[in-house]
């Protein structure tokens, strides 16, 4: 419970200050200034007083009890202060001082102090290196933060791992004029950390939307499982900076290279169903609708404009991120046909004409809000002189009253002129927005939420067929041989332990063997070349495809005296035409898991870069995601008469990879490039695993 943080009823000021530009001084101001309900104690050895609040010597020295402190002193003497703020009680202190992880070497050891002394005394600890929390709260007003915005009351929460990105979201939504509830931004986060706080706004009530800005997630799985928890109760919105890095990184034939630096945070996002933004605006706009509007059920949107360009593009809008706007029953027509001017458009959009008037808005509201087909409401609204805006106003109002389906406004006015009919909008409760393509990214972004939390994960499947006995075995001996990849015996025998059908193979040492074994495998056969030093066998020249009995020998003999320095050994593998060359892979993240990764394969990969992502453990229905977000989805559902693979067989064997990864986490990588698809059967001819 973080009450102690964001509801304390006293605050200590470690390092209070009686000079003005110092932050010891400023939270003083920032709490009296903002109306702090609880009782300010400064402590400083040398004043008796600041801002003519009583000093104490000493954390130690204050009478009463004491709930939340402020730690602004240098770093080194935090440890100590820490230890005093658990002598006296306080169960929370938000360590604003600088000079720990971040600096790197002794601010390392010097946070580690922190937390230990934190734990023995029983004191969380909020920090170091942060700004602090605000609550907005009429009964408790804490502004324990020494920056400057000072928000409205509202409901959307906000929590930043970068407080200069905080108060950039703070200060726009004070332009904006949207209140917010509280705010947190913890810096190096040593101990209460952003899960922590996404899960006590979960179960605030007055929270309505929450606002979630990170760099790095330092525990992925913990933070998964708290938005998972909280994102089906309230949306969050969240922002992941840092992407672009790696972002358009080369790709190699490699799946290290393949998986951006950062797909994994956009992926937990996703995997959790935050509603994820790339942009601040976007994501500031659209807060301000989900904290005033309720989320729609489904995609289909109805449209009511008095202008037709800008309807237009919100219709563009709509329509390209996945929205319908479909046609109105043929009741609804009839009530429009007899309420609308006869020149008014009653099809989706309506266009209630410039003159439409208060009556008018209110017919095509209370036909959209009674339209079972209609989960939206998108008003494209402007001003003209010669209507009177304050009762259409009036009306959108009235209407919203009910709370039934979200009503997002373009509001297309001038904002000296109009200022009751845009008072009265937003009193009222409609975000309104300038632009019919930021009211329109607002709509979408709540139609997202509500697609988010509508979907059904399920649970990954265990297949039981697997050996994992064997499979752990192999594993054990590759370790033992001290290779980093794995020699093609032992990935082609992995894999069958675990399902995960391969080619029909055979290892030979020389031509005469081979001849062999392509018998017993059966003709056309195809050679390649098996040595540790050779990693990309068709580079080298160490492939040789579709040989007829008499060439195989010949072949091999040839590739003995080419790669004779290698020492090498031929794999002899049923030749597989005519599929599809698709592509998989697994990759370890830190703190997570594995990523999983598909696309298409073979020398595509490398030109295509068409590959989605997904973490493990996979799901079927996240398995069916990964392939229908590829855009080469068309060449595996089957394109212009040419036959399309077996889908669900691939589901599975993502399934299969995804359980052989998580039970073997010591494999770092797992690339399999390509798989040969059929109709009815997939193949893996090629595959690399590293551990
Ligand atoms: P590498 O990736 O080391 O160059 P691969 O084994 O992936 O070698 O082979 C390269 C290409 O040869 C594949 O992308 C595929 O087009 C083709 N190929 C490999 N094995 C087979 C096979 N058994 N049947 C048909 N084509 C194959
Ligand atoms: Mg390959």
């Known amino acids: 419970m973080l009450d102690a943080l964001y509801k304390p009823k006293s605050v200590a000021i470690i390092g209070a200050s009686t000079k003005e530009f110092s932050i010891g001084n400023r939270i003083i101001k920032n709490l009296l200034d903002f109306g702090f309900k609880g009782l300010i104690y400064p402590i400083n050895p040398k004043a008796d007083e600041v801002r003519g609040i009583r000093a104490y010597n ?48 002794e601010g390392i050891l010097l946070e580690e102090q922190v937390v230990e002394k934190a734990r023995e005394h029983s004191v969380r600890v909020f920090g170091p290196n942060c700004q602090g929390i605000i609550n907005t709260s009429p009964d408790i007003r804490a502004y324990c933060n020494f920056t400057f915005t000072k928000p409205e009351e509202g409901c959307i929460s906000i929590v930043a791992q970068s407080g200069g990105v905080g108060e950039v979201v703070n200060q726009r939504f004070s332009e904006l004029g949207v209140g917010i509830r509280m705010y947190a931004s913890n810096g190096n ?64 034939s490699h799946t290290g290279g393949l998986a951006k630096v950062d797909i994994a945070t956009e992926l937990i ?24 509007q309720p989320v729609p059920k489904g995609k289909r949107v109805g449209v009511i404009t008095n202008t037709g360009g800008p309807a237009i593009i919100a219709a563009d809008e709509l329509v390209e991120a996945g929205l319908e706007i479909p046609p109105l029953s043929s009741h609804a027509k009839k009530i429009l046909k007899e309420k609308l001017y006869s020149a008014a458009s009653i099809n989706n959009p309506i266009d209630v004409l410039a003159t439409g008037g208060a009556e008018h808005f209110r017919a095509a509201l209370d036909v959209l809000m009674d339209e079972p087909q209609i989960d939206s409401i998108f008003i494209n609204f402007v001003t003209p002189f010669f209507v009177d805006t304050d009762a259409i106003s009036h009306e959108i109002v009235e209407v919203n009253k009910a709370q039934k389906k979200p009503i997002i406004c373009n509001l297309m006015t001038d904002k000296r002129q109009w200022t009751k009919t845009i008072g009265m909008l937003k009193n009222g409760g409609i975000p309104c927005y300038s632009l019919p393509e930021t009211a329109a990214r607002a709509l979408i972004a709540m139609t997202r939420y509500n697609d988010l939390k509508a979907r059904k994960i399920g649970k990954a499947a265990i297949f039981n ?22 020699s093609v015996e032992k990935v082609n025998n992995l894999l069958a332990s675990y399902k995960i059908p391969v080619a029909k193979w055979r290892l030979v040492n020389n031509g005469v063997e081979s001849l062999k074994a392509a018998r017993m495998i059966g003709f056309p056969v195809v050679v390649k070349v098996d040595a540790e030093s050779i990693v990309h066998k068709s580079d080298a020249g160490g492939i040789a495809l579709n040989l007829k009995e008499k060439e195989v020998e010949s072949t091999v003999k040839d590739m003995e005296k080419k790669f004779a320095p290698e020492k090498p050994r031929f794999f002899v593998q049923e030749f597989l035409s005519g599929g599809k060359e698709l592509f998989m892979g697994a990759k370890a993240e830190e703190g997570l898991g594995h990523l999983i990764l598909f696309g298409i394969g073979g020398i595509y990969v490398e030109i295509l870069k068409d590959v989605a992502f997904g973490i493990t453990p996979i799901t079927a229905s996240e398995a069916k995601e990964m392939l229908s977000s590829i855009k ?39 690339d399999l490039n390509p798989i040969i698809a059929y109709e009815d059967r997939i193949v893996v001819v090629d595959a690399r695993i590293r551990i």
């Open 632 to 670: 080469s989805y068309p060449l595996l559902a089957g394109f212009r008469g040419e036959k399309g693979v077996d889908q669900n067989i691939l589901v599975e064997i993502l399934q299969r990879v995804s359980q052989l990864v998580t039970d073997l986490p010591t494999i770092q990588e797992i």
């Open 465 to 486: 067929d697997v050996d994992r006995e064997k499979a752990r075995n192999i594993i054990q001996q590759a370790k033992k041989e001290a290779r980093e990849f794995l």
């Open 58 to 105: 000493s954390i130690l020295d204050v009478p009463n009890e004491v709930d939340l402190a402020h730690v602004v002193i240098p770093n080194k003497f935090v440890p100590q202060a820490v230890e005093d703020c658990g002598k006296k009680g306080v169960k929370v202190a938000i360590i604003n001082s600088a000079g720990f992880k971040e600096i790197g070497g």
């Open 189 to 252: 986060a040593c101990d209460i950390s952003i899960p922590e706080i996404i899960r006590y706004w979960g179960d605030d009530e007055e929270t309505r939307v929450i606002v979630v800005h990170v760099e790095n997630l330092s525990d992925p799985k913990e933070f998964m499982e708290a938005a998972k928890e909280v994102a089906v109760k309230k949306p969050i919105l969240g922002m992941k900076t840092g992407r672009t890095k790696e972002g358009a990184k080369a790709v190699s």
């Open 269 to 292: 996002f996703q995997k959790s169903g935050i509603v994820t933004f790339r942009d601040q605006e976007e994501l500031c706009q659209a807060a301000v609708a989900f904290a005033n």
